[in-house]
């Protein structure tokens, strides 16, 4: 599968921009820097996920799908 199956075709999304960035010229702090800043997101993502499934959960048992 190619990686631009994984990503939104428009191209001025943030994600895509993201991943096309050239890695080359950043030191290894800045690289070590964005790990740790995409491993928070990472984070942040699989919490509204699971914020989400918990909602949609009660909703469907308020409403007993």
Not at 10 to 25: E, I
């Amino acid at each position: 599968m190619d990686e631009d199956d994984f990503f939104t075709s428009k191209p001025s999304d943030p994600l895509t921009l993201l991943v096309r960035q050239d890695l080359g010229p950043l030191s290894v702090d800045e690289l070590n820097e964005r790990i740790e800043a995409l491993k928070a997101e990472i984070a942040r993502v699989e919490q509204h996920l699971a914020d989400t499934a918990r909602h949609r959960n009660a909703a469907d048992e308020l409403f007993k799908r």
